[in-house]
């Protein structure tokens, strides 16, 4: 992608009415730095982008939050998936068309930023921090029950104490903190080497779930299946919001603008690919988990799907197969997740918004050492000693409130750029960011009041910092008005030459060569 550079004035900052920052818009395709940190490596092609979101999404669902979501919606927990899986739908294609429109890092932090100003860009960046940080925490936490299930074949098992938290009588999870350390340590070595080994895992949970819905099948009673929603409506909806937090992830490709080799092009197929991909194996997983086990039988604590299938099989090795095909899932969700987390925090400390340790790029691995070792840390100690549901709750509300952010910023962006060119264009405009923006609004509804406690007191610890902190940081904010008119004529200039290349067909090779 085609990089401009524009300098930050060295004059003292200039006073600006809270009204007029909190709408200051970031220039799209400006970089507002110094120069003086290595730039990302740009390696990640249209495979390995798909490989991160499918990798920051696949597993969640079925190794994580199945069992507490089929107590909510009985065996209509697959059509909960449904629901889920097309609020998903939704954004993602709003999040398709800003990821060809705005291909930086950031994700939905970055596209309300240029879109719907520094204000709402804010409040989308710190539910970003609670969405990826406390996500890759969840996920972890259900690795305990599968490492116990993979012993088990060896007559091994862990204590009680060392694998679940305080709330489930434990102590400590030492396999959901030993999993992100792992994965921290990972990121720290490099980005290429950390895809590598997220796309072999990517492949081998993939071939786990198809092991599990072949031999699932062939137990399949359709009486499990009734009465189909006990609970009917409102246990769906409820289970599709826990459920919600089982895609999250499909977006996790978008953090990677900086070190994809095509953003434009590749971003918004990714992001689709992924996500048609493991909805489809969502599905098909929850009718073959909830045909061949009674549905009353499902709680937090079980059964694992490596349980069921030893329930069918009786076969030590299938049951050991699975349970590493399930820890193997949950290390691939928390590797990319984090690495989504770790670009996110570069690009909000760049403007300032958080300190610029997060920004700090090694010139040996071209990756932010430092923010993965705080974040990693501090991911895994949450994940040691917090419970799995409040966890996953707390991640969906802040997911659900970016994804909304995402959908406006499309129907911003559509009206004030209306020629600005667009790898992918969401399909029925205006309806589906519509659609999308009240499906998300709809599911925080449904959430429950512990879970929007949370979120409001999460807010106002943001508030508090931005007007502590990122206010008086701001590099946006500390733009004079010339500079900040200079730089969005720039980033304007910039999306009128590639609107002209757009109509070129040898404009991809040439971008690519000066890429």
Same mark, same amino acid.
């Given at each position: 992608?085609?990089?401009?550079?524009? #300098?930050?004035?060295?004059?003292?900052?200039?006073?600006?009415?809270? %009204?007029?920052?909190?709408?200051?818009?970031?220039?799209?395709?400006?970089?507002?730095?110094?120069?003086?940190?290595?730039?990302?490596?740009?390696? $990640?092609?249209?495979?390995?982008?798909?490989?991160?979101?499918?990798?920051?999404? @696949?597993?969640?669902?079925?190794?994580?939050?199945?069992?507490?979501?089929?107590?909510?919606?009985?065996?209509?927990?697959?059509?909960? *998936?449904?629901?889920?899986?097309?609020?998903?739908?939704?954004?993602?294609?709003?999040?398709?068309?800003?990821?060809?429109?705005?291909? !930086?890092?950031?994700?939905?932090?970055?596209?309300?930023?240029?879109?719907?100003?520094?204000?709402?860009?804010?409040?989308?960046?710190?539910?970003?921090?609670?969405?990826?940080?406390? #996500?890759? &925490?969840?996920?972890?936490?259900?690795?305990?029950?599968? !490492?116990?299930?993979?012993?088990? !074949?060896?007559?091994?098992?862990?204590?009680?104490?060392?694998?679940?938290?305080?709330?489930?009588?434990?102590?400590?999870?030492?396999?959901?903190?030993?999993?992100? $350390?792992? &994965? +921290?340590? @990972? $990121?720290?070595?490099?980005?290429?080497?950390?895809?590598?080994?997220?796309?072999?895992?990517?492949?081998?949970?993939?071939?786990? +779930?198809? @092991? *599990?819905?072949?031999?699932?099948?062939?137990?399949?009673?359709?009486?499990? @299946?009734?009465?189909?929603?006990?609970?009917?409506?409102?246990?769906?909806?409820?289970?599709?919001?826990?459920?919600?937090?089982?895609?999250?992830?499909?977006?996790?490709?978008?953090?990677?603008?900086?070190? %994809?080799?095509?953003?434009?092009?590749?971003?918004?197929?990714?992001?689709?690919?992924?996500?048609?991909?493991?909805?489809?194996?969502?599905?098909?997983?929850?009718i073959a988990a909830l045909g061949a086990h009674p549905w009353t039988?499902?709680?937090? =604590?079980?059964?694992?799907?490596?349980?069921?299938?030893?329930?069918?099989t009786h076969t030590p090795w299938i049951t050991l197969v699975m349970?590493?095909?399930?820890?193997?899932?949950?290390?691939?969700?928390?590797?990319?997740?984090?690495?989504?987390?770790?670009?996110?925090?570069?690009?909000?400390?760049?403007?300032?918004?958080?300190?610029?340790?997060?920004?700090?790029?090694?010139?040996?691995?071209?990756?932010?050492?430092?923010?993965?070792?705080?974040?990693?840390?501090?991911?895994?100690?949450?994940?040691?000693?917090?419970?799995?549901?409040?966890?996953?709750?707390?991640?969906?509300?802040?997911?659900?409130?970016?994804?909304?952010?995402?959908?406006?910023?499309?129907?911003?962006?559509?009206?004030?750029?209306?020629? %600005?060119?667009?790898?992918?264009?969401?399909?029925?405009?205006?309806?589906?960011?519509?659609?999308?923006?009240?499906?998300?609004?709809?599911? +925080?509804?449904?959430?429950?009041? =512990?879970?929007?406690?949370?979120?409001?007191?999460?807010?106002?610890?943001?508030?508090?910092?931005?007007?502590?902190?990122?206010?008086?940081?701001?590099?946006?904010?500390?733009?004079?008005?010339?500079?900040?008119?200079?730089?969005?004529?720039?980033?304007?200039?910039?999306?009128?030459?590639?609107?002209?290349?757009?109509?070129?067909? =040898?404009?991809?090779?040439?971008?690519?060569?000066?890429?």
């Open positions: 992608m085609h990089r401009l550079e524009t #300098s930050v004035s060295s004059t003292p900052r200039p006073t600006l009415g809270l %009204a007029a920052q909190l709408t200051r818009r970031r220039p799209i395709d400006v970089p507002l730095t110094d120069g003086s940190q290595p730039a990302l490596r740009r390696s $990640l092609g249209l495979w390995q982008l798909t490989m991160i979101s499918i990798g920051a999404t @696949l597993g969640t669902g079925v190794f994580v939050v199945l069992g507490t979501a089929v107590p909510m919606a009985g065996p209509a927990v697959w059509i909960a *998936f449904i629901v889920a899986g097309i609020t998903a739908m939704l954004s993602a294609l709003s999040y398709a068309e800003m990821a060809g429109s705005v291909p !930086v890092s950031g994700s939905s932090y970055s596209y309300a930023y240029a879109t719907l100003g520094e204000g709402l860009a804010w409040v989308c960046g710190w539910c970003l921090i609670l969405e990826y940080a406390v #996500s890759v &925490a969840a996920v972890a936490v259900g690795a305990g029950e599968y !490492v116990n299930d993979a012993l088990g !074949v060896f007559g091994l098992e862990l204590p009680r104490e060392l694998v679940a938290g305080p709330d489930a009588g434990g102590i400590v999870n030492l396999p959901a903190a030993a999993l992100v $350390l792992i &994965a +921290m340590f @990972l $990121l720290v070595r490099g980005t290429s080497e950390s895809i590598t080994v997220n796309t072999i895992m990517v492949i081998l949970k993939i071939a786990t +779930m198809l @092991l *599990f819905i072949v031999i699932a099948f062939t137990a399949f009673q359709a009486g499990n @299946l009734e009465p189909l929603a006990p609970m009917g409506t409102a246990g769906i909806a409820a289970a599709a919001s826990r459920l919600f937090f089982s895609y999250i992830g499909f977006d996790a490709a978008s953090t990677a603008g900086e070190e %994809a080799l095509n953003p434009r092009r590749d971003l918004p197929r990714a992001i689709l690919l992924s996500l048609g991909i493991v909805t489809v194996i969502y599905i098909l997983v929850a039988e499902f709680t937090e =604590n079980g059964p694992t799907l490596a349980a069921i299938l030893d329930e069918i349970a590493i095909g399930a820890v193997i899932a949950i290390a691939s969700v928390v590797l990319t997740v984090l690495y989504g987390q770790t670009r996110i925090l570069m690009s909000m400390s760049r403007d300032g918004m958080v300190p610029r340790v997060f920004q700090r790029i090694s010139a040996k691995s071209h990756t932010p050492v430092a923010g993965t070792l705080i974040i990693g840390i501090a991911v895994a100690i949450t994940a040691a000693l917090i419970p799995l549901g409040e966890l996953a709750d707390a991640t969906s509300i802040g997911t659900l409130f970016a994804f909304a952010l995402v959908n406006l910023a499309v129907i911003y962006l559509r009206r004030t750029r209306p020629t %600005a060119p667009r790898a992918f264009r969401v399909p029925l405009y205006p309806v589906v960011p519509i659609l999308g923006f009240l499906c998300c609004v709809g599911l +925080m509804v449904s959430l429950g009041s =512990n879970t929007w406690i949370v979120f409001v007191i999460w807010m106002i610890i943001g508030v508090i910092w931005y007007l502590v902190y990122s206010r008086s940081h701001s590099v946006v904010g500390a733009l004079s008005a010339d500079e900040y008119e200079q730089a969005h004529a720039a980033g304007l200039a910039h999306a009128e030459r590639l609107a002209r290349e757009d109509d070129n067909p =040898n404009a991809e090779s040439e971008r690519d060569s000066r890429s």
